[in-house]
C-alpha cells in the first residue's frame, strides 16, 4: 500500500503549478468480516478499499479539497487523479479567501508500521467456535490493517499502518434476552477471550432470573468499562475542544473554565502512542504522544486544531478540526477486579448504556438507557436483571463528587464502527462506582 500511495503522489507531484501547495491524504483497509449466528459462521467475507482526498490551495489563501475511491489499478488511478486536480485548479479561483487556511510547511516525515505478533484471524476463529459451542451467540467478527498516509507539495511523507480486531458480540438464553460483550485489541490473547466470555455466562445465568422492577430514585452503581465509555464518549463532543470551550458550547466548559472540578483519581488522556490511530493530522502537523487533557480531576490542556489556533491566536496540538479526541486513555484507580461486587455491596450493576443525550449541554448533564444485562446487587452478589431504566445526571456528580472510585484493570475498546470504514478510535478504560447514580423512570 506504501508503495502504490507513493507512486501515486510522484505522479501527481509532477503535475503540480508554481504557486500550488497540494497535501494528499489517504486512506486503505484490508478487512475480514465474519458474522455469527446461534453460534456458527454464517458469512464470511473480505474487504479492500482505497481512498484519496485531494486539498489544493495557492498563494490567495483559496482552498478546495475532493475525495477519490479508488479501485487499485495504478494506471487507472492515476489518470482518475490527474482529472480531479485539474478540476480543482479550475474551479479554485471562483473560491472566497479562507483566512483560516493553514498547514505545515515545515517538512517532517514520519512511519510506522505495526506488525501482527500472534495467531492469524483463522486459528483466532478456530479457538472461539471450539469454546462458543453451546452458545446462543451472535456478532461480527472484524480485523485486518488499516493504512493512513499523508503526502505533501514540499515533500513530506507521513505513513502509518496497524493491526486489529473487534470481536462485538452477544449471547442470548432460553427468554431471548442477552449479554452484549467485546473483546477488541491489537494482540489476540486467549485467556483474555476466555475471561470476558466466562464473566458473560455467569452473568447469562443470572438473566434467567425474573426480572425485578426498580423504582426511580438514586442508586449506588457500578459501570462497566463499556458503559464508562458512553458517558466519556458523550462528553467528549465538544468537552475538549478548544473553540466550543471558547464559545461556552462545551459539556465541560465549567470544568474548563475551573468552576467545576471532578474527583481527584479522574484523569484522561489523549495517547496517540498507545492507540491505533495515526500520529499526524490531515494538515501534515505531527500529533504529541500525549495530551494530558484531565490531570487529577482537574482540566489542563484542550484539542486545538490549526483552524482554532488561528482563529483564536492560539498554540495548537495537532488535533483534527472536529478536536474530538480518537485515542482516549483514563487512569485506572485501586479496585481489583474481585472486590467490585463487594465494594459495591447493594445496588445496581450496570454493563451497557445506549440512546445517550445532553438534558442541560452547558451543566454537563446528560440521560440515556440501560442496556444488556444489567443488575440488582445484594450484598455483593448478582440477585436478578432489572427492568429498562432511564438515567439523568451530571458528569460532575458521577466523576466528580459521587465517584467512590475506579478499578485496577482497564479495558482497550476499539470503535466497532464500520460506516464507510473500520474506526481508528479506541479508549482504554477503567470500571467505575459511583453513589447516588439518579434513575428517572
Avoid at 468480516?33 to 458469512?43: C, D, E, P, T, Y
Avoid at 440501560?370 to 446487587?377: A, H, L, P, Y
Avoid at 466523576?399 to 485496577?408: A, K, M, P, S
Wanted: proline share 3%.
Amino acid at each position: 500500500m506504501k508503495d502504490y500511495f507513493q507512486s501515486i503522489a510522484k505522479e501527481l507531484f509532477k503535475n503540480i503549478q508554481k504557486d500550488e501547495f497540494l497535501i494528499l491524504n489517504f486512506d486503505a483497509e484490508e478487512s475480514s468480516f465474519v458474522r455469527l449466528n446461534k453460534g456458527k459462521i454464517r458469512q464470511p467475507g473480505n474487504v479492500k478499499q482505497i481512498s484519496l482526498s485531494l486539498s489544493l490551495s495557492n498563494r490567495d489563501k483559496k482552498n478546495l479539497k475532493s475525495h477519490v475511491r479508488l479501485n487499485g489499478s495504478i494506471n487507472r488511478d492515476k489518470a482518475t487523479l490527474i482529472r480531479t486536480l485539474n478540476y480543482l485548479r479550475r474551479e479554485l479561483p471562483d473560491l472566497p479567501k479562507d483566512p483560516y487556511l493553514m498547514f505545515s510547511t515545515n517538512v517532517h516525515s514520519t512511519e510506522i508500521s505495526e506488525k501482527k505478533k500472534n495467531v492469524d484471524d483463522r486459528e483466532n476463529l478456530d479457538y472461539v467456535m471450539r469454546n462458543i459451542s453451546n452458545l446462543d451467540l451472535v456478532g461480527i467478527y472484524s480485523s485486518g490493517y488499516i493504512y493512513t498516509g499523508l503526502a505533501n507539495s514540499l515533500g513530506q511523507f507521513n505513513w502509518h499502518s496497524d493491526y486489529s480486531f473487534s470481536f462485538d458480540y452477544s449471547i442470548y438464553n432460553e427468554n431471548n434476552n442477552a449479554i452484549k460483550l467485546n473483546y477488541s485489541s491489537k494482540n489476540w490473547n486467549n485467556d483474555e477471550f476466555d475471561s470476558i466470555l466466562n464473566q458473560g455466562k455467569e452473568k447469562l445465568d443470572v438473566l434467567s432470573k425474573p426480572i425485578k422492577n426498580i423504582e426511580k430514585g438514586e442508586y449506588n452503581v457500578y459501570l462497566e468499562p463499556s458503559a464508562l465509555n458512553e458517558i466519556i464518549d458523550m462528553m467528549s463532543w465538544g468537552g475538549f475542544s478548544y473553540k466550543a470551550n471558547k464559545i461556552g458550547t462545551s459539556p465541560l466548559h465549567l470544568l474548563n473554565k475551573s468552576e467545576k472540578s471532578l474527583h481527584p483519581s479522574v484523569s484522561i488522556d489523549e495517547n496517540i502512542k498507545d492507540g491505533i490511530s495515526a500520529n499526524f493530522n490531515s494538515d501534515g502537523f505531527i500529533k504529541p504522544d500525549v495530551i494530558n487533557m484531565i490531570t487529577d480531576g482537574k482540566f489542563t490542556e484542550s484539542l486545538t486544531s490549526p483552524r482554532s489556533s488561528l482563529e483564536y491566536s492560539a498554540v495548537h496540538n495537532a488535533s483534527s478540526n472536529s478536536e474530538y479526541p480518537c485515542s482516549i486513555d483514563m487512569k485506572s484507580g485501586n479496585i481489583d477486579e474481585n472486590d467490585i461486587l463487594s465494594t459495591l455491596d447493594n445496588g445496581i450493576y450496570i454493563s451497557n448504556l445506549w440512546y445517550l443525550n445532553f438534558s442541560d449541554r452547558n451543566n454537563g448533564r446528560m440521560t440515556g438507557l440501560t442496556r444488556f444485562g444489567c443488575f440488582i446487587v445484594e450484598n455483593g452478589k448478582l440477585v436478578a436483571p432489572i427492568n429498562t431504566m432511564r438515567f439523568d445526571d451530571s458528569v460532575y456528580s458521577m466523576l466528580g463528587e459521587n465517584l467512590v472510585g475506579l478499578t485496577r484493570k482497564r479495558e482497550m475498546l476499539i470503535d466497532s464502527s464500520t460506516y464507510e470504514e473500520r474506526s481508528t478510535s479506541s479508549s482504554r478504560l477503567p470500571g467505575a462506582i459511583i453513589n447516588n447514580f439518579k434513575m428517572t423512570l
